[in-house]
């Protein structure tokens, strides 16, 4: 089977993660594929916010669990993809980004998750200062937060498809 195609098919979303690091260089060839979704007219729209620290992570995932009324992390260091809002396909190109992160996490063996919510975490104050430090400013919306890891334990297998999910007009 074609290797994109086998990615696509195995792929899963994975919710429980070994503290292992994420090796830089696997990282960065993640936040690449991310740079070469496609974007309506080639606008580039989106930026890749890559969190390695700790305590921003830390602050993130905890803004995040109060948007979902929980206490628990939500996620593991997670890169998050923003929009800007001038593009007027800038929710699609977003989503794009996050396809491109989760597949190419999977072709370097490890192991993602699309967590939402960054939309009200960067709508916040706190939100906006926390983007202002690596001079993010201006009418930008959170699209989601790409957790990435080593999978602590086996993926599920894929649900099956619901019958008519695919409809032809012939």
Not at 33 to 49: F, K, V
Request: glycine share 8%; aromatic share 8%.
């Amino acid at each position: 089977m074609n290797e994109v195609l086998n990615a696509i098919l195995t792929r899963r979303s994975v919710r429980s993660y070994k503290p292992d690091p994420v090796p830089q260089e696997a990282l960065e060839r993640i936040l690449t594929a991310g740079q070469y979704a496609a974007t309506g007219m080639n606008r580039q729209s989106p930026i890749i916010l890559a969190v390695t620290n700790k305590a921003v992570r830390d602050k993130l995932s905890a803004m995040n669990a109060e948007i979902m009324g929980s206490s628990g992390d939500p996620f593991y260091g997670a890169p998050v993809v923003l929009a800007n809002k001038a593009a007027p396909t800038y929710i699609y190109d977003g989503s794009l980004v996050m396809g491109n992160l989760m597949l190419a996490a999977h072709a370097e063996g490890l192991a993602s998750c699309w967590i939402h919510r960054a939309k009200e975490e960067f709508e916040s104050e706190e939100g906006k200062a926390i983007l202002k430090e690596p001079g993010i400013e201006g009418d930008w919306e959170g699209i989601g937060h790409c957790i990435l890891g080593y999978a602590d334990g086996e993926p599920k297998p894929a649900a099956p498809r619901k019958p008519d999910y695919v409809r032809y007009i012939r």
